[in-house]
């Protein structure tokens, strides 16, 4: 394959086709979650701590199985084959980018658990001084002559 | 799925799996606390993907690209296209991520119309 999209020939075209569009509609929605206040908060929620957020999962399997769907609707050849191409390209992006984020958060949570485990187990102050909330008691002796004490 | 389609997942995978690779030990420090800041972890402009990214999602595939035509072996350049499908698509979104973060500040107010 040349790496210049000029003398690709079509096949190769539309697989890189299909993993453009899968990949800037997963950086489009991390985009949108990082700088869009109204992103619905419910996309940025996990269903387990180790996964991607809800709308890094969505962003990314959704254009492979638009563009699978899209091609068991389609009822010409040429367009079933097309949109197949597309969508393999997709899912060559899709799929390992899944697996890649997954990772990566699974890793930063294991991290997260070591330092916490890290700090669990920092040593405590030695019991070797008392240490007492309450004020010595202090007694004045009161002065007979030129000067009183009065505090 | 053919043997080419076979071809394309495993080289996309594998070029998945050197960039989780980087990306884990990255991140696994990060949650630590200790963040890494040595190459390949730096990068030359806040716009532009990291080195690490550069070496698993193009150098990877460009490695296995030669060594297919190296060894004449058509399969390890099938494999080398599937990575070059994920690994170019993913460093165009990763550069486009990375300026609009550089360049549109966060939002404080929402637009009412």
């Known amino acids: ?151 | 799925m053919d043997k080419v389609e076979q071809n394309l997942l495993i080289g996309a995978f594998a070029t998945g799996a050197v960039d989780l690779g980087f990306e884990a030990y990255h991140s696994y420090y990060a949650g630590k606390g200790e963040p890494l800041t040595y190459f390949p972890y730096q990068t030359i402009h806040p716009a532009i993907p990291p080195y690490d990214d550069w070496i698993a999602l193009a150098g990877f595939p460009l490695l296995l690209y030669l060594a297919g035509k190296g060894m004449k072996k058509q399969s390890l350049v099938e494999m080398a296209k599937g990575g070059a499908i994920y690994g170019v698509s993913e460093l165009i979104g990763i550069t486009m991520f990375r300026v609009i973060l550089e360049t549109q500040p966060a939002l404080r107010y929402v637009v009412v119309r």
């Not at chain 1, 996309?43 to 563009?67: C, Q, T, V, Y």
């Not at chain 1, 197949?84 to 980018?97: E, K, Q, T």
């Not at chain 1, 405590?124 to 909330?133: C, E, G, H, L, R």
């Open chain 1, 1 to 151: 394959m040349t790496f210049n999209p000029l003398k690709m020939n079509p096949v190769e075209k539309r697989l890189l086709l299909g993993g453009l569009a899968n990949s800037l509609t997963y950086w489009a929605n991390s985009a949108a979650e990082a700088r869009l206040p109204q992103y619905p908060p419910e996309l940025k929620d996990r269903l387990e701590e180790h996964l991607p957020r809800h709308g890094e999962l969505i962003a990314d399997l959704a254009p492979p199985a638009i563009l699978y769907l899209a091609k068991k609707v389609s009822k010409n050849t040429s367009t079933k084959e097309k949109l197949g191409d597309v969508g393999f390209g997709a899912m060559l992006y899709a799929f390992p980018n899944l697996m890649a984020k997954t990772g990566s958060r699974a890793a930063y949570v294991e991290g997260t658990k070591v330092a916490l485990a890290v700090r669990a187990r920092a040593p405590t102050v030695p019991a070797t001084y008392k240490v007492s909330a309450v004020a010595p008691t202090r007694t004045v002796a009161p002065t007979v002559g030129k000067y009183r004490v009065t505090a």
